[in-house]
């Protein structure tokens, strides 16, 4: 059974920082991609960080890069979201999500939720101003 379990998420004031974390069971977690995607109340869901596990490449959404660090410890498979200098805009529920990474993206971004076959439950990130 594949399992993604997001942990992390909190209350925190503007300019603030948190470290989420996505554990991963049930996959070859070294061979995956996994992004991290977000959904503020209201907004459609989208991707904002991901790694792939082969090349140890990282992509970040435009809005948030400088602030966001995505990186993994496969002795834990976890992958794991820095955000610094959280902004109220930064609210939502962050998801973690896992795809193969030896298959080509269908929709031709990583960003695209369509195109992952796992997610957890999510973690709740709330910045207060």
Do not use: M
């Amino acid at each position: 059974e594949v399992r993604l379990v997001e942990s992390g998420g909190g209350l925190v004031q503007t300019g603030g920082s948190l470290r989420l974390s996505c554990a991963a069971s049930g996959i070859a977690f070294d061979r995956y991609t996994i992004t991290w995607f977000r959904q503020a109340p209201g907004k459609e869901r989208e991707g904002v960080s991901t790694i792939n596990q082969d090349d140890r490449r990282t992509y970040y959404r435009n809005t948030v890069q400088g602030r966001f660090r995505i990186s993994s410890d496969n002795a834990k498979n976890t992958v794991y979201l820095e955000i610094h200098t959280l902004k109220p805009e930064d609210t939502a529920v962050y998801f973690c999500a896992a795809r193969p990474g030896w298959t080509q993206l269908r929709f031709g971004s990583y960003f695209n939720a369509n195109d992952y076959d796992y997610w957890g439950q999510g973690t709740q990130v709330t910045v207060s101003s």
